[in-house]
């Protein structure tokens, strides 16, 4: 009896919950997808072929098993889903990245025009044509940054263009467990990437018809920059059609500093302020004729239009994954406006969470997918908790609309304040104060004079909603300068272990959506969260994937072995250790002695250094002698026997490596320790042993 009602109890108990478990189908999913990915090597097909069988399995005793079983049954189902469709996913869209470096004429058709951090035009180009390389080695598409200015080229979605250019395949994490932009890149369909300094030169102007929602934006683009001019008119530009091209990489900078960085990536705010000033629009303006207000139901001819509106801003601000998930919301709760019923919204939140989590499994990993649901499900859940009678009855009406737009945003901030501060390693300290200060603007002036704008635009008078409309990104941006220059804007934060994450997310969900005394269990993985968050440890060595840099954990933070070059890396290793040091200031940092191609310092006990530039590698044999590790920024063909070396060679084989202090001796981390469809191939390297062992230099 003791054993059965073990068994029984927590069947009972999920029978209970029956109508709130509906959300825990995408929770699950979500597991599948990240443990999928999580896995050091590519699933086989008899993972495939137990996920399905197991997901019949499930189906069968869902339907015709007993009632109890029926939660058990569909979350099976649920887990095989996801393990399904991130290998369906995956395997869809694997097309070539290059697997050397070119340099030589490139040719393809615009499809893209962005900035690069450098602030350097990027075009990104499909039905590339490389010199030499044939069809089926050839990236589907690539992304070249335009270097230097080229006034010749008005670039534009369609154009076919050619140029001279270098290109690699995407580079993965710049340390072990870093940021896999090789991973992005290949569920993007991005086979290569580089630049380049010579004219880029027009060959075909777009054919009719091509990239219609590309060509669209560009010229919606145009027409606003053409009555508001610089960034102001640049960051409405953005904010309503989501070409941000025109946005320079200090304005970029400040609005990330201020917290107001989700303003102009067009998030689930922008289309719920534009959906909601066109419904009121509609709705209230069919009212005001009673021949229409009396023989047609105004709400629903409002929800159809707005969800027409909400399709087509979908489509013209290129589908992130915040977008997505809002039209998906939106469609579910237009939809109950359609059918006459109420709109669960966790409900809606899930069906979102589900059906992007089947047909973009990836996106799980990124912050906009984390950040955009976790500011999503806690402002429904923290609206829900509270009594509205409450509150209403203590605050005058005139305040409910001011007390609403504070508790949003302490609640949307404290949501995503863990993700943002994970991902890009700061926390924003005056952000709430930003964004008080301009989401009012946003909804209440930018995205209703957009909508106007396009409206009145076919008789001529966009001009005077796009005067409004610049007026409210002016105020933005001094708000995000003024934001961002106040010493402490920024704090910087130390990156978390890989388990902080989703030890905080299934810990906050369970909070959310369990009910009874169980509920507190999550507090656990919350708890556990933030103290590995706070004792993590970070590499005492850093080495980058050429062996050019090299960075050392010491008592000032990260000394760099070189003030310029590897910027990219030294940037991201200094953000990961939550320093907000620029890399001139590291390379200044007491740690490294010796002249620039000869770095030498002192590597827990052991003598290392650091060689770079010509003549590198004929140092080898006298520094071999001396040091207990030489790290080669080249290749070496025959290195002295017994010398401890890290070369050109080994770092093409494990990519950028990790020092870490492990008891008495130091244990050294590869990069390129997984064997996946979007890694390059893992090839066998013997990695130095290092002890800790004082070596005296011959002065």
Known sequence: MRVARLVLGPLEGLQSARGTLFPWIAVLIGCAVG????????????????????????????????????????????????????????????????????????????????????????????????????????????????????????????????????????????????????????????????????????????????????????????????????QPGAFAAGAMTGDRSAITEDTVQALRDSSLAHLLAISGMNMAFLTAFVFALFRYGLALIPFIALRVNTKKVAAVVSLGVALFYLLLSGANVATERAFIMIAVMLGAVLLDRRALTLRSVAVAGLILLLTKPESLLEPGFQMSFAATVALIVGFA?????????????????????????????????????????????????????TVPVMGAVIMPAGALAALLAPIGLAWLPLWFMEQGARWILFVAHWIAGLDGSVTAIPAPGPWVLPLLTLGAIWLILWRGRVQWAGMVPVAAAFVLWVTAERPLLLVSGDGKLVGLSGPEGRALSAASGGGFAAETWLQNDGDLAAQKLAAGREGFTGPKGERWFDLAGLTAVALSGKGAVAKLPEVCGKAGLVILADRSEAPPAGCPLIDANLLTNTGPLAVWKDGASLRVVRTRASDRLWSPPVREARLPELRQAALALDQ
Not at 169 to 185: L, N, Q, S, T
Not at 404 to 430: C, E, K, M, Q
């Open 385 to 437: 908790a509270m009594d509205r009678s409450i509150y209403r009855q203590r605050l005058p009406r005139w305040a409910m609309p001011v007390f609403t737009l504070i508790l949003s945003s302490v609640i949307g901030g404290f949501a995503t304040a863990p993700y943002a501060a994970a991902h890009f390693n700061r926390f924003t300290d005056y952000g709430l104060l930003a964004n008080v200060l």
């Open 35 to 230: 443990v999928w990915f999580a896995l050091p090597y590519e699933p086989g097909p008899g993972s495939y072929a137990l996920a399905l069988l197991s997901g019949l399995v499930g189906l069968t005793a869902a339907l015709r098993g007993p009632e109890l079983a029926r939660p058990l049954a569909i979350g099976v189902i649920a887990i095989s889903a996801g393990w399904i469709a991130a290998g369906v996913r995956a395997h869809s869209v694997a097309a070539p990245m290059l697997d050397f470096r070119y340099y030589g004429p490139v040719e393809g058709r615009i499809v893209h025009i962005d900035r690069s951090q450098s602030d350097a035009l990027r075009l990104t180009l499909d039905q590339v044509v490389l010199r030499e390389v044939p069809p089926e080695r050839t990236p589907d598409r690539v992304r070249v940054s335009m270097q230097g200015d080229q006034p010749w080229l008005r670039p534009v979605p369609g154009q076919v263009v050619i140029l001279t250019g270098s290109l690699a395949a995407p580079e993965g994490p710049v340390e072990p467990g870093g940021f896999d932009f090789r991973r992005m890149a290949f569920f993007d369909g991005l086979g290569a990437v580089g630049y380049t300094r010579t004219p880029v030169l027009l060959l075909e102007e777009p054919e009719e018809g091509a990239l219609p929602i590309d060509r669209l934006r560009r010229h919606l683009t145009a027409g606003m920059l053409a009555h508001m001019e610089g």
